[in-house]
């Protein structure tokens, strides 16, 4: 596999950095190639337009400057692939990090002891989170955000940790201060979150709760068939954070690609201007009963 990739046995990767899935991508790679390796955390966002070039892009949409090998199981970027000389996206499987386990098995064998992780990674990533794993998340949206080059130490602690629950999650030494911040700053607007009484549809605008908070946010969403969440970006752009049921009219995979989005069918987002905002609650609205609220 990395013969394909490889210059002179250098490696230049990009995976995402917001959550689980992209980190323990990253954690993979880091254990099969240890030397010679640089891991650039980015995101979605940031990565599709960027006319940066990459050996091996994780997790994520090629970059337009393209890509020499993609790992993905994001259906939203099948028509990216033409940026890519050797694409491997399957969008049956739950996620990125189990995609790659079962092609670097077979080149290194070793890897099969991280394996118990995979189901752990296949549940957040599809938005299947308790408390502890949306904590973990929320802790790792913050570094990205703040310090990103600390989410290499992370990785390497998934590595050393091999988690199972989210209790082993919120656990990593690498997290802990952190972790203990967001608890102890907004541990009683989060408990205010979670006595929500659910619904049809609700969207959260997150004016004054730091976006990093989302995924804690987003536990409320399984009591409501449609749910999403608004964060303003520094350029005023606004993030679409999307989740559905199976009892939805209407899933988040399809509101976030006629907003020019993508993701999974019910874990999706968009990046859109304050002037689509009418359009979104308007498509929504067309479906099922929605409340708007801010916090």
Known sequence: ???????????????????????????????????????HFTAPYEIKGSGETFDLVLDLPPPSGGAIMLVDHHES???????????????????????????????????EEFSSTLDLVDKTDTG??????????????RIFKRRRSYLSKV??????RTPTSGEDLVKLPSLRGEIELIE????????????????????????VLPSYLVPVVQLAARKYRFFG?????????????LRSRDDSPITALEVA???????????AGALIMPSKMEDLI???????????ITL
């Open 1 to 39: 596999m990395f013969e394909l990739v490889s210059k002179g046995g250098r490696i230049k990767v990009a995976s995402h950095g917001e959550d689980l899935d992209g980190l323990f991508s990253a954690s993979l790679i880091m254990f099969v190639h240890p030397e010679n390796l640089s891991v």
């Open 77 to 111: 970027n099948l028509s990216l692939l033409d940026r890519v000389r050797y694409p491997i996206l399957k969008p049956n499987y739950p996620s990125t990090a189990r995609l790659l386990h079962d092609l670097l098995v077979r080149w290194e064998p070793s890897v």
């Open 128 to 141: 299947d989170l308790d408390l502890p794993s949306a904590l973990f998340t929320a802790a790792v949206r």
């Open 155 to 160: 990785a390497r602690d998934l590595l050393a």
């Open 184 to 207: 102890r700053e907004y541990g009683d607007r989060i408990e205010d979150l979670l006595s929500l009484r659910g619904g049809d549809a609700l969207l959260v605008q997150m004016k």
């Open 229 to 241: 969440t608004i964060t303003t970006g520094s350029d005023g752009a606004l993030r679409l954070s």
């Open 257 to 267: 690609e006629r907003l020019g989005g993508g993701g999974h069918r019910n874990a």
């Open 282 to 292: 308007s498509m929504i609205g067309s479906f099922m009963e929605l409340e708007l």
